[in-house]
């Protein structure tokens, strides 16, 4: 089937329409199925905080791209047309969007790559210089999950299972049940509900339809205030977020939580070799190990706790490590300060 389509590699951003080739840029690999006058199919290529691969397969993959063979044929096997129906069309504008025209792509040099990821750095530098940036920018591309969906990553359409009270348990989709489309876009992956759901509003109602039994079932999914987030502790483009927390290292193991009278699930890591100039200045050392900020016990891990940072507090807060130093408690203020230039 792979002999059907013209395979088209791309490695860096520079040039890339982003208007078409609209997507979540911290992914790994992602695919469009696109026509030649740049129709666009469908799309595949996903991940979540476990893993960055956990959301695609061979099946999956395989699935879509016959879907999007059956959008661009005039005629499906039942005689009727399917283009309309798949078909997603980009913004019309004579203005191409690249990331060439953000200040932060112009200061690199005009040969180097520009990574996936950083056309969110780019974006996010831009509209922080305009006075538009906002934190709710962080919550790209939700999850099918963040509705209450539950989808077989080997054919990303259909309901494994679905959540209890979630948005998809009220409209009354039921496992095993076939998404055809979210929010207007047609659906044969995963990566197609998180397109739909990342057009989606911050609040408010969405239509969604599903095949159950050969029947075509319509409903409109009401989506509540903070519905959009999840961990996104995953993304790398949030590592470019200030304020950093100044700290950093790896997780104690389970043996060593233990030793400590630590619960499994609390935070607790080693602040690693290199320090943070702010993390000198609180008197933070190596080894030390972090248990927390403010004496709030947190549950999560080292890499959690950088987004949890980034997401809750501001450049100049002044914040209270809770240290744990050769047994002994300590709690160290820190003021958290931007970073130097790399």
């Not at 290529?45 to 691969?53: E, T, V």
Request: hydrophobic share 40%; net charge positive.
């Amino acid at each position: 089937m792979a002999g059907e389509f013209v395979l088209v590699r791309l490695t860096s951003m520079r040039g890339v329409n982003l208007d078409l080739f609209d997507f979540d840029f911290d992914l790994t690999w992602a695919a469009f199925f696109i026509s030649p006058d740049e129709k666009v199919y469908g799309r595949y290529g996903g991940r979540d905080a476990m893993s960055p691969d956990g959301r695609m397969s061979l099946a999956g993959l395989h699935y879509a791209m016959t879907q999007a063979l059956a959008a661009h044929r005039p005629k499906s096997e039942d005689g009727r047309s399917k283009i309309e129906e798949r078909r997603i069309d980009p913004p019309s504008s004579a203005f191409k969007r690249t990331i060439d025209r953000y200040a932060a792509a112009q200061r690199r040099a005009a040969d180097s790559c520009i990574h996936c990821h950083q056309v969110y750095d780019a974006r996010r530098e831009w509209l922080q210089t305009t006075g538009k940036w906002r934190l709710d920018e962080v919550w790209v591309y939700p999850s099918p999950e963040n509705i209450g969906l539950t989808l077989d990553v080997d054919q990303g359409n259909r309901v494994q299972a679905v959540a209890k009270a979630s948005p998809a348990d009220r409209v009354g989709l039921r496992a095993g049940d076939r998404l055809r489309s979210v929010n207007g876009v047609a659906v044969a992956s995963i990566a197609d509900v998180q397109y739909g759901l990342q057009r989606a509003p911050a609040e408010g109602e969405i239509p969604i339809a599903w095949l159950r039994e050969g029947k075509i079932i319509s409903a409109r999914m009401n989506l509540t205030k903070d519905w959009r987030k999840s961990d996104i502790s995953w993304r790398w483009s949030l590592r470019g977020l200030e304020p950093t927390p100044g700290v950093q290292g790896d997780d104690l193991s389970s043996e060593e939580r233990g030793k400590l009278g630590l619960n499994e699930k609390q935070l607790a890591f080693y602040q690693g070799a290199f320090l943070s100039t702010s993390a000198r200045q609180a008197g933070i050392r190596a080894n030390d190990i972090i248990l927390g900020v403010d004496n709030k016990q947190l549950d999560m891990t080292a890499r959690q706790f950088q987004a949890f940072v980034r997401l809750n507090y501001k450049l100049g807060d002044r914040i209270i490590y809770n240290i744990l130093r050769e047994g002994r408690r300590l709690d160290l203020p820190l003021t958290l300060i931007r970073r130097p230039p790399s």
